[in-house]
């Protein structure tokens, strides 16, 4: 399987309510994207210092289902319109992970 | 609970090798640290342009055990010796998730 990460660090004037716009976005994506096995963002809780702002995470069974999440229209125009005017920076991974049992 | 993830830039001589050393030594953590409920980790694919290098996701179930892992003595060892001399940059983000039915 294929753990796709992505951590972003976020303009200073990001607002809470720009935040819940973004997590009630993402959160119809898997309704959308049959190929996300599982998918989880969220905010910051600030438990440490110089932490990033928001992060997302999704698995998925092949590399080339990354590109279908990736290339959706609707995540497209989320990172595009949504969050993307929020980002001051960003670092995605994808890595592989065993089967899950 | 809590999703910790964190996204490494490496430095351009770091080698496959040096990669092995550290998955070798992140695999033996969930047996020294019982609060990992999960723990994945791994290289970039190379399935993007631009993505970081290395990814480390932890779940735990409760904020504080975060720290019990970032701050185990092995965890230690390995950020500062093993990993540490090949960063170039990182981002960490812990978020919530539902729990897991």
């Known amino acids: ?6 951590t972003f660090a976020l303009k ?3 607002s ?18 049959p190929e996300l096995v599982s998918y ?3 905010r910051d809780l600030g438990l440490n210092a ?5 992060a997302v995470t999704a698995l998925v069974e092949k ?7 990736l290339d959706h229209p609707e995540h497209l125009r989320i990172r ?17 992970v065993p089967d899950r049992d």
Chains 1, 2 share one sequence.
Do not use: C, W
């Open 63 to 69: 590399p080339e289902y990354v590109g279908s999440y």
């Open 16 to 33: 809470a309510d720009d935040l819940r716009e973004v997590e009630e976005a993402l959160g119809k994506l898997p309704g959308l994207i």
């Open 1 to 6: 399987m294929i753990r796709h990460v992505v």
């Open 80 to 96: 595009h319109e949504i969050l993307g005017p929020h980002v001051a920076g960003k670092t995605a991974v994808q890595f592989a």
């Open 40 to 42: 989880e963002f969220g």
């Open 12 to 14: 200073e004037d990001t």
């Open 50 to 54: 110089g932490n990033g702002g928001f």
